[in-house]
């Protein structure tokens, strides 16, 4: 483990070096997380400005949710999309090989090897309207700390996901655009899952997670979430860890080196 987190620290002090050459990017991405997160917000906005409400979520309950959300954005781009679509890139130009001759594994390298700060505007915004809200719910740091457990497994959930897909590109050459179309999906968890007619929460809880990814959290915040969502949301992050894992071994059979 420790060979792992000191690879860990060379690879993102060279990426963050990296990255910070062009400051300028850093305002862009701030002046971007802004607008945004007020176009996430007009859009609640319209929904509750004639007293409407979804159905059990008050205004600022809402709010939690497009908080978690944008804070799963910043995420995404910071982690998962530097990482995990460059699979695909990896594949078609042959460099995957290299990676696979490394001493580690070639998943955790795939899935760790780079990280961009540009999505930090996003967890600062996220933050802010979280505290925000929160303070207006009276929420307690304890009903921070639990709503943590079902957001970690949620991340594992989609990082399994994004994996896989990105591993499909050994079979396929454009599979980038599925990944665009998964990030696409994601965007139905800026509202809770009640907000949707009950095919789409069908689709969005049992086909792509996006209910685990906020809803489920935020209920955890409001402590309202019922005990058997947290266990369903990690017994489904560990099989697809555990899948994902072995969907890769299996891919690599496939895969022909540049070289042969």
């Given amino acids: 483990m420790k060979r792992y987190f000191d690879v860990l620290q060379l690879l993102w002090g060279a990426a963050i070096a990296a990255e910070l050459e062009y400051r300028i990017n850093f305002i862009l991405a701030t002046l971007t ?24 979520w008050v205004w600022e309950e809402a709010l939690i949710v497009l908080a978690i959300f944008t804070i799963l954005q910043g995420f995404s781009s910071t982690f998962l999309a530097p990482n995990l679509n460059s699979i695909v890139n990896h594949v078609q130009q042959g460099t995957l090989d290299f990676i696979l001759l490394k001493p580690i594994s070639s998943q955790f390298w795939l899935s760790s090897h780079t990280l961009s700060p540009w999505g930090l505007p996003d967890i600062i915004f996220g933050g802010i309207l979280i505290s925000y809200a929160g303070g207006r719910l009276s929420l307690t740091p304890q009903d921070y700390l639990l709503s943590a457990i079902p957001l970690l497994f949620g991340l594992a959930s989609l990082y399994s996901l994004w994996f896989m897909l990105g591993a499909t590109s050994i079979w396929f050459v454009k599979i980038y655009n599925v990944t665009e179309v998964l990030r696409g999906l994601l965007e139905a968890g800026r509202f809770p899952i009640v907000a949707y007619p009950v095919a789409y929460r069908f689709f969005f809880t049992f086909v792509v997670p996006v209910t685990f990814l906020t809803t489920v959290p935020a209920e955890t ?3 309202r979430v019922e005990l058997g969502w947290v266990i369903g ?25 540049a070289s042969s």
């Fill in 233 to 257: 949301a990690g017994v489904l992050a560990l099989a697809l860890l555990y899948i994902a894992r072995i969907f890769w071994n299996f891919a690599l059979r496939f895969y022909t080196s």
């Fill in 33 to 56: 997380s802004l607008g945004n997160l007020a176009g996430s917000l007009f859009s609640l906005f319209l929904f509750y400005r004639t007293g409407y409400t979804f159905q059990g």
């Fill in 221 to 223: 915040m409001l402590g």
